[in-house]
């Protein structure tokens, strides 16, 4: 049983349960998918060696960080 049906006071019963729709978390999984994706982006042109990639990898670090945060 549940929480609310074990401490139910005499008298009382549950007229209503809900169940959260598993759907409510895409949008966490897509801004996951997101920042990984963002990572590996930087990754691969962090390791080009010049400075204006190294530039762009550390403003894709922060953008993949929104994403994680988000």
Known sequence: MSYVK???MPNE???FTARVHPAVFLPSIVSF???I???IYT???ASKG???AGILAGF???IAGMFFFY
């Open 13 to 15: 019963k549950v007229l």
């Open 43 to 45: 990754i691969s042109t």
């Open 60 to 62: 894709m670090l922060l």
């Open 6 to 8: 074990d401490n139910l």
């Open 50 to 52: 010049d400075a204006g």
């Open 37 to 39: 994706a963002f990572v």
């Open 33 to 35: 998918v997101g920042s």
